[in-house]
């Protein structure tokens, strides 16, 4: 069982809709979580942290965190064509423990 | 200007040569890290540094070296014995202590073989 799950994808999603984005993590013990969006040839930059369980929100993203199922998520509300990229799950084991474990990703494609 | 920067962006390496990349951050941050991403894959951790003068191995260290000889600095080596060497190599950086710490990367460097 891999270490950090997500769909892998391709995602397809009409321009305003909401994009859904799941992951799924394995070691129990797993304290933060982290969404980061990564445009074809570039490198991943950081768009959401969550650490409790519960909703967080920032702008038009929503993660959404629940220990017990060992689930986290990302809503991309009123979605743009900007926000077509990959999108990487990453999951640390505690806090102060510096090794991030990251999914392999899941492509986003925002139909105009 | 804060952040991280990486050179080269392109990197070529011919058979048995070892090659150096760099990586530099002016964050003030703690800990550095060596991932290293192939196609349609995640980031695997080859090295990190939580202070200067010490380093760890990540998942995937053989094949590879790094220093850490100052709080700024963190290069990575690819040696001759890093069979399959092409990837896209991304440095990152994160304070260090209880809390939120976040990893924040550089703009990657991408070594093709010869």
């Keep these: 069982q891999k270490e950090v799950e997500q769909n892998s994808g391709p995602l397809s999603v009409p321009e305003g809709a909401i994009a859904s984005l799941n992951c799924t993590y394995s070691d129990r013990g797993s304290q933060s979580f982290f969404w980061y969006r990564q445009y074809s040839g570039k490198s991943p930059e950081l768009i959401m942290s969550i650490y409790s369980n519960g909703d967080k929100e920032d702008g038009r993203f929503t993660a959404q965190l629940n220990k017990a199922s060992q689930y986290v998520s990302l809503l991309i509300r009123d979605s743009q064509p900007s926000d077509s990229a990959t999108y990487l799950c990453a999951v640390k084991v505690g806090f102060g423990n510096e090794k991030l474990t990251f999914g392999t990703g899941t492509r986003l494609t925002i139909i105009p | ?114």
């Design chain 2, 1 to 114: 200007d804060g952040g991280i920067t990486q050179s080269p962006k392109y990197l070529f390496r011919k058979e048995g040569q070892n090659v150096t990349l760099s990586c530099e951050q002016n964050l003030n941050h703690d800990a550095m890290y060596w991932y290293r991403q192939d196609p349609g894959q995640g980031l695997r951790l080859i090295y990190y540094s939580q202070i200067v003068n010490d380093f760890q191995k990540g998942d995937i260290a053989e094949g590879y070296s790094v220093s850490r000889e100052k709080k700024e600095s963190f290069p990575l080596t690819v040696t001759s014995a890093q069979k399959n060497p092409t990837a896209f190599y991304l440095c990152a950086s994160s304070s260090l202590g209880q809390g939120e710490e976040t990893q924040y990367f550089g703009p990657g460097t991408r070594l093709l073989v010869l």
